[in-house]
């Protein structure tokens, strides 16, 4: 399958001219039209404004900084973000996929390796409404429905993420399985990118306080010590 190439624009919030220019370059040569914003709250206003089809977002920006805009942007919406930092530390990065991003790229980073890394977030992003007719998949009062890229719980909606909607379906798809931390990494991350298995808990802790009645005793989302987690089917809400 070729990579998607989204008619909406790609944008970059970036306070380093140089370092946005390059990227805009290479992001172009693949096909990619693209939008550039110099602070937090430009890029949040264009953000809402364009509607792009994915955030490349700073975290060291002047005003609003990167973590405050990722969080303000999960509130109303689920645009994949690839956050770009200097800091190589597990716990920023652990933090930043915690609050919504989809994938982290330290500086300095090849330009070349942040474009595959945008395509495989696209390609798993627009992958949800590939298969036609796709199941949809309900446990108790959770329903998931892969073409509307929708779920609710006891009919109310629920905003996940992408990355928190692939882990669920994935899990969702195969109830009773257990899934290693590593297994449901190769599902999110397809490209070999971010990771630290430490994410997958970090989304499971998400997907709790979003899906379960009591997220200290969780009813669906259920860990198998030593090995991850599993998916139980309930058979009342």
């Not at 993420?161 to 692939?166: A, I, L, N, Q, V």
Request: glycine share 8%.
């Amino acid at each position: 399958m070729s990579d998607p190439q989204p008619r909406r624009p790609i944008l970059i919030v970036e306070d380093d001219r140089n370092i946005a220019s390059l990227v805009e370059q290479y992001l172009r040569k693949e096909g990619f039209e693209t939008l550039s914003a110099g602070d937090g709250d430009a890029g949040l206003a264009l953000a809402r404004r364009e509607g792009p089809a994915l955030v490349i977002l700073d975290i060291n920006l002047p005003g609003m900084d990167g973590w405050e805009v990722c969080r303000a942007l999960r509130r109303d919406s689920d645009v994949p973000i690839l956050m770009l930092t200097a800091r190589a530390e597990e716990m920023d990065r652990v933090v930043g996929l915690s609050i919504g991003a989809d994938d982290y790229v330290v500086k300095p980073f090849s330009p070349r390796e942040l474009v595959e890394r945008v395509k495989a977030i696209l390609r798993r992003t627009a992958g949800r409404a590939d298969p036609p007719a796709a199941a949809v998949l309900e446990s108790g009062p959770i329903r998931l429905d892969p073409d509307r890229h929708a779920v609710t719980v006891s009919g109310m909606d629920v905003a996940l993420t992408p990355s928190e909607f692939k882990l669920l379906q994935t899990m969702m798809q195969a109830p009773g399985k257990v899934f290693s931390r590593d297994e449901l990494l190769d599902r999110l991350y397809d490209n070999g990118g971010v990771v630290v298995d430490r994410v997958i808990d970090v989304h499971m802790g998400k997907l709790r306080q979003k899906l379960e009645p009591d997220p200290s005793t969780p009813r669906f989302l259920l860990t198998v010590h030593g090995v991850g987690y599993r998916f139980a089917q309930s058979k009342s809400p």
